[in-house]
């Protein structure tokens, strides 16, 4: 039998996000922000779960949930790219984003959209004051005539409900559109067409009426003549729109048969919902119809329940048979319900129809994706089925406003509200910040949506842009690095990195990037003398931070308190100190005067062993760095310096090389220039990059650099990224507590991963199988040359702000040369012959 469109569209009329149907019913419609679920921890998830326990007991009867599939609106995500950037002064970022759009058009992302429809209203009431509206058999209402004051009752009671369930799930108003999209979207399920969502509510929405397109539903597709097959024994509808240009949807409807007898384990075994994404080829929605009795109702329905299965027993007592056993089964289950309701006041029981909606291209195409999913459920001992001559009747269950129907309580299902809120339907698998550059796709949702960072609007959300890196040689941190470097660079900020490398990889990707600056430490053309660097007022302290633990003395005593006094304001203005040069003459002169022989002999030899190894420090005919340029990579590949342990190890610091603690300092030293120059309110945004963590996180100086960029850089427009191998010796104080964003590449060695996943938040007692995930197929290197496919690069664990933890991959910028800068790495003989000569 075919039902026509008007058989199964119940709206008679629609003011913004209420419905007015032909049976009477007012609904309210809103969009929900699903909850951020994804790996986090079994503690957070229990949170999800309780905002789900009070949603679903404050819920009228005859409440909808929907989860829709659609086609993600690539021109929203085109808003959030510029979101922030003034495009017209940020040529390259402009470049990038059309270049980005594209890419992400060709990916065809998807989204789950999330709605919730109550009734609020019905015919006894204001409804009956309407009545006189309706025109004809059309069943219309004119939307114009509604008063203002009928508008505000349904309103304030939809806003009651909204109040009892909280705001968690921070519900919207559905602009009018929504209702005609949502039915054009039932009607092309899977088969192409499908228009874009409206999901922002438009100016005139308030008093839009959708225009609903006609269509047959075929159920059994017996339109289609296949004679082998009998078309009442098909669970297909065939939807049929005379006046589309697309080809008829194949759709089939899904609900489960039965639950585990045993319950459901959450968190892990409850959350059925959540195995319907990542199937190719076909659109899925899902839709759950729910009712609640409170618990008293319940109490006193079990009460009967038990006295006539009591009566039923009674009248057995003498008969031997299956039967007996099988009431003594029901009571004894019975009892165990209704203790748990006497034991839990604020309980209430849910019955709830689950509807889950397959459309696809073919006939044969939705089959398969029907059978994939009951082979998905069975890992969930959850039996599913496309009952026969139910499908037209389930496909109208995710049609708001829809009447009751006899399949609704057919396939219905009654558990307690706390185990409904183990199913958590509303929750998500996003990761990302709302808005800025598109840096991947994310791979857990099974939609590839698009991965944003906002790094330089993270401080109008009052959030940390900073971010921290690790992963194996190879897996992809350096190339992490210099995406977001370049990015930053085209949004119009700047960007200070210590390259370690020998070949200077991030001196050829400057090279990319116009009036860039490089510096080499061992080969200075400027000076980081902290007398000339900063200013006068904490100049003496940068200075005593850097010379101290160089020369390896203590502020308080000797030759260290010598110092201390000559760095003070006073002591530079009265021997007129304005360079470490200068405040080695100052030394050799002081020795000579009697009193302070020893205490300035001291620091005399200590500060002559390094004055002619640290040209950086003491060559005064070097002119000072310069932090103002967009680019400025400083190269320390050939310092000395300390490992992890030797910085953790007190014994081993102590007996550190003098090389080793020049490295140090002058790496310590770059920090405090960048900190100095990007923490200060300068209008634009400052990212300092280092690729070795430890000398940022191990050290004193290190500690407060890290520390400021992650506290201050939010004020400041600044943050700071840092890469290591081991997060658990690296990432220590600051970098531990305070960097936000988190970024877990390719690890195979097994500590490693276990100890990147829980520095990322992951809970590995619950789910052991991450560990196995990372190490083994996040970017695998395959085939005899143990190369990773290019399909594969940039696979990766990600913690965002909001410590939403999920998987993606990062794809790299989409403009070709800068894809090409960042990716190639050069010879030391060419990166030599590309230097740029700092100014």
């Known amino acids: 039998m075919a039902f026509g469109h008007e058989d199964l569209q119940p709206t008679a009329a629609i003011r913004g996000n209420l419905q007015f149907t032909r049976s009477g019913l007012v609904t309210a419609t809103y969009f929900i922000n699903p909850l951020g679920y994804g790996l986090r921890k079994a503690s957070d998830k229990y949170d999800v779960k309780m905002a789900h326990h009070s949603l679903v007991t404050n819920l009228p009867g005859g409440s909808l949930l929907l989860g829709i599939q659609a086609r993600l609106n690539t021109v929203d995500v085109l808003t959030k790219m510029v979101e922030g950037v003034d495009i017209d002064e940020c040529d390259d970022y402009a470049d990038e984003v059309v270049a980005s759009y594209e890419r992400v058009k060709s990916i065809v992302p998807q989204t789950r959209i999330f709605l919730l429809t109550i009734p609020v209203g019905a015919s006894n009431s204001g409804i009956s004051a309407l009545s006189r509206l309706w025109r004809g058999s059309t069943s219309t209402i004119d939307a114009a005539a509604l008063s203002r004051a009928d508008l505000d009752e349904y309103d304030e009671k939809a806003k009651s409900v909204l109040s009892r369930i909280g705001g ?28 874009v969502a409206p999901t922002r509510v438009g100016a005139l ?32 509808i065939k939807v049929v729109q005379p006046e589309s240009e697309y080809q008829p949807s ?10 585990p007898y045993g319950g459901m384990t959450f968190p892990g075994g409850s959350e059925f919902l959540n195995v319907l994404e990542g199937l190719e080829g076909v659109n899925v929605d899902w839709g759950m119809r729910v009712s609640t009795k409170t618990a008293e109702q319940v109490t006193k329905n079990n009460e009967l329940s038990l006295r006539r299965l ?27 319900y209704n203790n748990h309701f006497e034991a839990n006041s604020g309980e209430s029981e849910v019955s709830f129809t689950t509807v889950i909606a397959v459309g696809g291209f073919t006939r044969e195409m939705t089959i398969d994706a029907v059978n994939a999913i009951k082979r998905r459920y069975k890992r969930f001992q959850v039996d599913m089925t496309t009952p026969v001559g139910a499908q037209v009747d389930l496909w109208s269950m995710l049609v708001p406003g829809s009447p009751p129907r ?20 509303f929750t998500s698998s996003q990761i990302g910040d709302d808005s800025g550059p598109v840096i991947g796709v994310n791979l857990l949702s099974g939609n590839f949506e698009p991965i944003h960072f906002g790094i330089m609007e993270a401080a109008l959300h009052d959030l940390s842009a900073s971010f921290a890196v690790t992963g194996e040689l190879g897996s992809g941190k350096s190339y992490f690095l210099k995406l977001m470097a370049v990015l930053v660079h085209d949004m119009g900020g700047q960007f200070l990195a210590i390259d370690r490398s020998q070949v200077g990889e991030w001196e050829h990707f400057a090279s990319s990037i116009d009036n860039a600056v490089i510096i080499d430490l061992a080969d200075p053309t400027v000076s980081l003398d902290p007398l000339r660097l900063f200013e006068p007022r904490v100049a003496g302290e940068r200075a005593l931070d850097s010379i101290l633990p160089l020369l390896d003395l203590s502020p308080t005593s000797g ?15 009265e021997h007129g100190i304005k360079s470490l040069l200068d405040l080695f003459h100052v030394v ?34 070097l002119p000072p760095l310069r932090l103002d340029a967009a680019a400025t990579v400083v190269r320390s590949h050939n310092l000395a310096l300390p490992t992890a342990e030797e910085l953790t190890t007190p014994h081993l610091y102590n007996r550190l090389p003098l090389t080793k603690r020049l490295g140090t300092a002058l790496y310590e030293l770059v920090g405090v220039a960048a900190r100095e120059a990007f923490l200060s309110d300068n209008g634009r945004f400052g990212l300092l990059v280092g690729d070795e963590a430890h000398h940022f996180t191990q050290t004193q100086v290190g500690s407060a650099v890290t520390s400021d960029f992650s506290r201050d850089g939010r004020k400041h427009l600044a943050a700071i990224g840092l890469a290591s191998h081991d997060p658990a010796t690296d990432f220590q104080g600051a970098a531990h507590n305070l960097i936000p964003n988190r970024f877990v590449f390719r690890q195979r060695d097994e ?40 399909e594969r690069r940039g696979e990766m664990f990600m913690r965002d702000a909001l410590n939403r933890i999920g998987r993606g991959k990062v794809l790299g910028p989409a403009r070709a040369d800068r894809a090409a800068a960042i990716t190639s790495t050069p010879n030391s003989a060419a990166a030599l012959a590309r230097r740029p000569v700092a100014p």
């Not at 194949?250 to 639950?259: K, N």
């Not at 009566?311 to 009892?335: G, I």
């Not at 992951?762 to 695998?780: C, G, H, K, M, N």
């Open 168 to 195: 968690e799930f921070e519900p919207v108003p559905v602009p009018a559109a929504m209702f005609q999209w949502l039915w054009e979207h039932y009607l092309t399920r899977g088969a192409g067409g499908d228009p």
């Open 559 to 573: 030759a260290g308190a010598a110092a201390s006094n000559l760095l003070s304001q006073r002591g530079i203005h």
């Open 588 to 621: 050799r002169k002081l020795r000579e005067v009697p009193g302070g022989e020893d205490e300035y002999a001291d620091l005399a030899s200590r500060l002559g062993t390094v004055i002619e190894r640290v040209p950086v420090l003491f060559d005064s005919s």
């Open 751 to 790: 500590t490693l991963a276990r100890n990147s996943l829980e520095w990322l938040g992951v809970d590995l007692q619950q789910a052991p199988y991450l560990l196995q995930i990372l190490r083994d197929e996040t970017s695998p290197p395959v085939g005899a040359g143990r190369q990773v496919p290019d």
């Open 205 to 236: 929405d308030d008093a839009t009426s959708a225009v609903f397109g006609s269509a047959a539903l075929d159920e059994g597709a017996r339109t289609d003549g296949n004679r082998r097959i009998r078309p009442s024994f098909i669970p297909v």
């Open 250 to 259: 194949y759709q089939a409807m899904l609900t489960p048969r039965s639950f």
């Open 406 to 425: 006899r399949a609704f309580d057919d396939f219905a299902h009654i558990v307690p509200s706390d185990m409904w809120a183990g199913f958590v339907p």
């Open 310 to 336: 009591g009566e039923q027993m009674d009248q057995r007592d003498q008969e031997v048979s299956f039967a007996q056993n099988s009431l003594m089964s029901k009571a004894q289950m019975l009892s165990e």
